[in-house]
């Protein structure tokens, strides 16, 4: 028996589940990645040929192959349209069977179904398995077998089947080493990984960034972080600090397993001292999950929101909307934590989760912005990008999600900024020209007296924008615009 490992969002050699499950079955395991030509050109077309998550797949890549080496492997690469290329790489080694992780995002199960099907007409075999989550859309349901779509009564449930007999099952890391002498030795031509440039694409800021791709990369990140899981649920909210763990570009890649984070969360969750925080990341894990299970069950809400009355508000749109888009993802609101948090995506890839969650709020809120156009600039930016827990934040941000903020609750971008940015360390960080604001001010610099602003150097919409818009205004209107729904309520 022959298979196939095809590599996608699990791109390590410890704890996979398609992996694990090959080498068990098979005498000989092929391993494989693609650069699926699918999701590249549009990239290219679209002239964006810098793109910081090419560049972490592609060192990622490096080092899955170096490693499958080390266990006597190698990684086969190619560079075409998956869809295509698996069919065909299967025909031509001979496979019995192609192995996979499942992938939960609309497109994905597409392309997925589409390899599986051409497969089968040349008798060739598709298995696939849970490994991107702990509990897939169908193993947490509500007592009367339905999905939820609040998250404390599934995070509840969560809990709760890890606790029973079977719990510890899940978090179980799936051994590869013990069968690593099924897998097939590299060849005697071996093929080249290609280079960034050769599928087209330019060097980023990411080591500058020092952001480590691979496994390496992931488990420095881990190591640095367990020591501090005891203080997240305090340092989690403030930009400023190093609070959190920024393992999200991994987990979208798999660089680290989901069980390997969920398995330190719980142990930690049973170490007195850790224990609060441990229990609010894992929590944030869960979130993830949850997040997925949506997105299974709920695929519009790719395209639509979640709870459909929300379709029916009216956004702001023609030219004006646009200026005030473009100058949102310029960073140029005049609102300080606004525009740092705006300068931080674009700069690192990167935004802290209580500022998308400012950030997102206040596109949608206080500039009347349709969320989609945010979630789409997100989609584009983040180097974690994920389309569960993007559409996600984005619909909760815009009260359109399952189990979001209430269309009332509007975040006001100046308190949020006194609150989890007091000192202004974020803003100063990515706005140097209001450095000599003192901390009074920087949250809503043209409340400033004229004479601070002077001394200061700042000459509002010269080296800093003015407001586009007051708050306190632009709440009165929202709740305008939201009355279409509170009617349907
Ligand atoms: P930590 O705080 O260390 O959390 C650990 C992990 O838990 C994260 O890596 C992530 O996988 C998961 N997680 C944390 N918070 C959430 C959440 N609210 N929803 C789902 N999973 C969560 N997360 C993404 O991974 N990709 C996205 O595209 C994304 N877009 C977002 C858009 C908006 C508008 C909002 C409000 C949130 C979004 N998030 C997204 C969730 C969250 O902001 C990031 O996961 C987090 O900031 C990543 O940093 P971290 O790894 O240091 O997080």
Not at 74 to 83: C, D, N, Q, T
Not at 224 to 232: A, E
Not at 288 to 314: G, N, S
Request: proline residues 5%.
């Amino acid at each position: 028996e022959k298979s196939l490992v095809w590599f996608r969002r699990d791109l390590r050699v410890f704890d996979h589940a398609a992996l694990h499950h090959a080498l068990k079955a098979s005498k000989t395991v092929f391993c494989a990645f693609v650069f699926d030509t699918d999701i590249l050109q549009p990239l290219l077309d679209a002239g964006l040929t810098a793109d910081r998550r090419i560049e972490f797949i592609h060192d990622s890549i490096v080092e899955l192959d170096l490693e499958l080496r080390k266990l006597g492997g190698a990684l086969i690469v190619r560079h075409g349209s998956a869809a295509d290329v698996i069919p065909a790489l299967a025909r031509q080694l001979d496979i019995n069977a192609v192995f996979s992780n499942r992938d939960y995002e609309p497109q994905a199960r597409q392309r997925d179904a589409a390899v599986a099907s051409a497969l089968a007409a040349a008798g060739c075999g598709w298995q696939s398995f849970k490994d991107q989550v702990i509990f897939e859309q169908d193993e947490i349901l509500t007592l009367s077998g339905q999905p939820f779509s609040v998250f404390t009564p599934y995070k509840n449930a969560w809990m709760k089947k890890l606790a029973t007999a079977d719990g510890p099952f899940f978090l179980q890391p799936y051994q590869i080493e013990k069968y690593a002498a099924r897998l097939a030795p590299p060849p005697a031509q071996p093929g080249k990984i290609p280079g960034l440039a050769e599928l087209g694409f330019r060097e980023t800021n990411l080591r500058t960034l020092k952001i480590t791709p691979g496994m390496s990369g992931a488990t420095a990140l881990l190591e640095n972080f367990l020591p501090r899981i005891g203080n997240y649920e305090e340092a989690r909210n403030f930009p400023a600090l190093k609070g959190l763990s920024y393992l999200s570009i991994h987990l979208r890649f798999g660089t680290i397993s989901i069980r390997t984070l969920a398995r330190a969360a719980y142990q930690a969750l049973h170490h007195g001292a850790a224990a609060s925080g441990a229990a609010v990341w894992l929590s944030e894990l869960i979130w993830r999950d949850f997040y997925f299970m949506i997105l299974y069950h709920h695929p519009h809400v790719a395209q639509r929101a979640f709870k459909p009355d929300y379709d029916a508000i009216q956004w702001e749109n023609g030219q004006h909307a646009q200026l005030l888009f473009q100058a949102w993802c310029a960073g140029c609101t005049g609102y300080p934590l606004v525009d740092a948090a705006m300068l931080q995506l674009k700069q690192s890839g990167y935004m802290h989760n209580r500022l998308r969650m400012v950030a997102a709020s206040f596109l949608i809120k206080d500039l009347g912005i349709d969320w989609r156009w945010g979630e789409r600039y997100f989609a584009e930016q983040l180097n974690d990008f994920d389309l569960a827990a993007n559409n996600g934040g984005w619909q909760w941000a815009a009260s359109s999600g399952c189990d979001a903020q209430p269309y009332f609750r509007i975040f006001n971008p100046v308190t949020q900024s006194e609150k989890f940015d007091a000192e202004g360390k974020f803003i100063r960080r990515y706005l140097p020209q209001l450095t000599g604001l003192g901390n009074k001010h920087i949250h809503a610099p043209w409340l400033a007296p004229a004479k601070d602003l002077q001394d200061a150097g700042i000459r509002l919409g010269e080296n800093y924008p003015l407001p586009l818009v007051q708050h306190d205004d632009a709440r009165k209107q929202t709740l305008q615009r939201y009355a279409v729904v509170k009617k349907a309520l």
